[in-house]
Nanobody, 121 residues
Framework: QVQLVESGGGLVQPGGSLRLSCAASGFNLHYYAIGWFRQAPGKEREGVSCISSDGSTYYADSVKGRFTISRDNAKNTVYLQMNSLKPEDTAVYYC???????????????WGQGTQVTVSS
């Protein structure tokens, strides 16, 4: 059964860091693009970052220079390292998969259940 499970969210002060994990089961994520998305209350879901099957990485302008996406094939897990967090980063973060390429954050499926990130003092 194909499944993606997010973890690592929590409450952090502005300027702090968190590392989110997206653990895959039922398939080898090395052959897929994995994207991170977020949805804040009252807002539409937006693409945050993506890593394609060839290792190419992409970031939304709002997180460039602060977030880093990476993949551990041995653990079948994708990570999102989030530094210099801001209150506007507060959202539920989801991961999802797509074919080989990131495709401008369209066409993703097999969504995880999400993990809450709250940035507040």
């Amino acid at each position: 059964q194909v499944q993606l499970v997010e973890s690592g969210g929590g409450l952090v002060q502005p300027g702090g860091s968190l590392r989110l994990s997206c653990a895959a089961s039922g398939f080898n994520l090395h052959y897929y693009a994995i994207g991170w998305f977020r949805q804040a209350p009252g807002k539409e879901r937006e693409g945050v970052s993506c890593i394609s099957s060839d290792g190419s990485t992409y970031y939304a302008d709002s997180v460039k220079g602060r977030f880093t996406i990476s993949r551990d094939n041995a653990k079948n897990t994708v990570y999102l390292q989030m530094n210099s967090l801001k209150p506007e980063d507060t959202a539920v973060y989801y991961c999802a998969r797509r074919g080989l390429l990131c495709g401008n954050y369209r066409g993703f499926g097999s969504w995880g259940q999400g993990t809450q990130v709250t940035v507040s003092s």
